[in-house]
């Protein structure tokens, strides 16, 4: 087999900015950086050129690559936001809370999170890195509906899960959700309490999403009419200022116990307490 060279003879001809013409033996002209001369070499100087294949530098190179192609992947191939997980939280007769975990974006930016009703863009959620639930209103009594979240990100778009809703009957008393304010007389309290337990329904001290209705005697936040120490007496309590600011209607306690006695949702008939 031949051998292949690997040494090759130059004369150093014109040097000029940083360059050096070098003359090959055959007459061949190279241009070659100056600052690679031997020292001391100058114009009819004689260098030797050796030029060999650096392999171990090859592989590492290589290796070196390919790590970060791999470490690539995992960071923004593999990890991919996850769909939403779309629940139902609550439902009425003209309304349906939803509810959802946190969405998971994996490495990708946030572009949009909206709700979808019967296939059609409804609106887009507010906040979506942080709020995970939404309450739809207007909606018909005793009709069905589907809701969908699609995420839309930087690394594509992801549908949740498709959740069929149908809306209450007025005969169905499960869906009203009760805030109770202050209530004066204990006895009634506890039988609207009892009302609502029987009717499948729910309450509780703090408005939430899904509240449907408060209900109070007086709009005092406290039973003797003084919201706090200090406090000009029957002051409305936060809870109540709340309802007025969501627009839930607020109402006396009979008309729990005129929903449990005609066994079906009644017209709202009477007027919210008086702040005065």
Known sequence: MESLQDSFTFTVGKLDAGMAILIGERAHLIEFPSILLPNGATTGSIVNISVTQNHSEE??????????????????GENK???????????????????????????????????YRNGERLASIPSPNTNTS??????????????????RTTAGTFPSNL?????????????????????????LLENSKMALREMGAKWSDK????????????????PNGAQASGSAAGAPGVEYQRALQLSIPVL?????????????CVRILRCRPSTH
């Open 163 to 187: 959740i069929r809703v149908r809306t209450h009957t007025m005969q169905d008393t499960s869906g009203i959700s009760v805030c109770f304010g202050n209530v004066q007389d204990e006895v």
């Open 81 to 115: 936001p996850s769909p939403p997980n779309l629940q139902l939280r609550h439902v009425t007769q003209t309304s349906v809370t939803l509810e959802w975990p946190h969405i998971e974006l994996a490495t990708a930016k946030l572009r949009s999170l909206d709700i």
């Open 59 to 76: 592989k590492r190179r290589e290796t070196e690559f390919w790590q970060l192609q791999n470490a690539i992947l995992q960071e923004f």
């Open 207 to 222: 408005i939430q999403i899904d509240t449907t209705h408060f209900i109070c005697t007086t709009p005092a936040a406290t």
């Open 134 to 151: 939404t309450k739809l209103s207007g909606l018909q009594t005793d009709e069905e509906y589907t809701f969908q979240l699609v995420l």
């Open 252 to 264: 006396y306690p009979d008309w729990i116990i005129a929903c449990h006695a005609e066994k079906r």
